[in-house]
């Protein structure tokens, strides 16, 4: 247990699916000594995203970026895992296996709920998590459930190239299959990709978050100015999207001169969410841009 009070242990989630598979993931406990049963938690997820990366890549896992720094400071409950294929949890990683993913999300809130009692209060999605995040809050019932989003460097448009397309093309050419190394949690993982997953990929539908999201989930949008795998432009589209739900609503926040992974600016990234979340709490949070302070050592002024 922690100084502070806080437990977290690490859980084994049997996959209903593919029951070779157990879901990796820790369980941040605010005051582990009470009951469970009927309280809060917040989901954030890690996953191993491409988006046409350069061929060498440090990814995604569930204590990468900002996401350990951000269980262990929320005001409640949380708990944070790999998709499948991703770090600690088996099965095999694909570039396009949006459907896998969303399998997990079920699995990981339905063992939760069975076990400890929890309902699902926040979600947390980084880039592909974001994506995932987006299709379950708006087409599963407890997904629809879920009071507040954090969506952090989400992609809208599915088919645009950037940083890196060029690598994979060519090896498609030559070879038929791309070879991706990446290090993921210090260990080099080396995952194949052909054009049938890439096709997966890029045909993943987003359109449906201005009809079907719900209408009265909160949610912020954080993307970084210097994103070159993720077009800022695309945090505008979702912020256009879901800027005209009542009562839910959108707050924007644009982190200047922030790459996709936030590098050196994790304490900022959780900074702002629990700024946002308090400001919730306390009722004032409306549509619109979400700037708390600006930071003039990372702001060309």
């Known amino acids: 247990?922690?100084?502070?009070?806080?437990?977290?242990?690490?859980?084994?989630?049997?996959?209903?699916?593919?029951?070779?598979?157990?879901?990796?993931?820790?369980?941040?406990?605010?005051?582990?000594?009470?009951?469970?049963?009927?309280r809060k938690l917040a989901l954030v997820s890690g996953v191993l995203c491409s988006y046409f990366r350069e061929k060498h890549s440090n990814l995604a896992h569930k204590d990468y970026l900002f996401q350990r720094r951000l269980a262990e400071r929320?005001?409640?409950?949380?708990?944070?895992?790999?998709f499948r294929g991703n770090h600690e949890t088996?099965?095999?990683w694909k570039q396009g296996a949006f459907q896998d993913d969303l399998e997990d999300i079920d699995a990981v809130v339905s063992y939760l709920k069975a076990k400890y009692g929890y309902e699902i209060e926040l979600i947390v999605g980084h880039s592909r998590g974001s994506l995932v995040a987006f299709r379950w809050i708006s087409t599963t019932e407890e997904g629809r459930k879920v009071s507040a989003f954090i969506n952090v460097s989400a992609r809208h448009r599915m088919r645009v190239k950037t940083e890196g397309a060029q690598h994979w093309e060519?090896?498609?050419?030559?070879?038929?299959?791309?070879?991706?190394k990446v290090t993921v949690?210090?260990?080099?993982?080396?995952a194949k990709i052909n054009p049938q997953s890439v096709e997966d990929f890029c045909s993943w539908d987003t359109s449906f978050v201005w009809e079907q999201f719900p209408k009265d989930t909160d949610v912020l949008t954080i993307h970084g100015t210097a994103d070159k795998i993720v077009p800022v432009s695309d945090a505008m589209i979702y912020a256009r999207a879901l800027s005209d739900r009542s009562p839910g609503t959108h707050s924007l926040h644009l982190m200047e001169n922030a790459d996709h992974n936030f590098t050196k600016r994790q304490d900022e990234v959780v900074k702002v969410i629990l700024d946002w979340w308090e400001a919730r709490q306390r009722?004032?949070?409306?549509?619109?841009?979400?700037?708390?302070?600006?930071?003039p050592s990372t702001a060309k002024l």
């Open 170 to 180: 060519e090896a498609f050419k030559k070879q038929g299959y791309f070879e991706w």
């Open 283 to 295: 009722g004032e949070v409306t549509t619109g841009i979400w700037l708390t302070e600006i930071n």
């Open 185 to 190: 949690a210090r260990k080099q993982v080396i």
């Open 1 to 38: 247990m922690a100084a502070n009070g806080r437990r977290s242990t690490k859980l084994y989630i049997p996959h209903p699916i593919q029951p070779e598979v157990s879901i990796c993931g820790v369980l941040e406990q605010y005051a582990p000594d009470q009951r469970t049963m009927g």
């Open 90 to 92: 088996g099965g095999t």
């Open 74 to 82: 929320l005001p409640f409950d949380s708990f944070r895992f790999d």
